[in-house]
């Protein structure tokens, strides 16, 4: 069982990308889906998360500028960025609660790098 994410990259201020992370694998089922992000020098942190039932939280930094969606028939995770600014630059990490081989298991993808840069 394991976590894929893709669609970092370079990026000018004020534009968009979005980032998927797909879950692979022997999985029942997959509750909580959020998105990480650690900046340069910096702890990750939490910005995005979207529950089973479409439910969806995020970060005051990201808040109004970034979405979380996700794909329960693919088992992927979205995150649209738009409006995107220099501090936003990180290392990007999906993460899910996945139900497999009758336990509950928290898994992270590998991190995926956004630089925000003119």
């Known amino acids: 069982v394991q976590l894929q994410a893709s669609g970092g990259g370079l990026v000018q201020p004020g534009g968009s990308l979005r980032l998927s992370c797909a879950a692979s694998?022997?999985?029942?089922?997959?509750?909580?889906m959020n998105w990480f992000r650690q900046p340069p020098g910096k702890q990750r942190e939490l910005i995005a998360t979207i529950t089973n039932g479409g439910s969806t939280n995020y970060a005051d930094s990201v808040k109004g500028r970034f979405t979380i969606s996700r794909d329960n028939a693919k088992n992927t995770v979205f995150l649209q960025m738009n409006s995107l600014k220099p501090e936003d630059t990180a290392v990007y990490y999906c993460n899910a609660d996945l139900f497999f081989s009758a336990a509950w298991g928290s898994r992270w993808g590998q991190g995926t790098l956004v630089t925000v840069s003119s």
């Open positions: 694998g022997s999985i029942s089922s997959i509750n909580a």
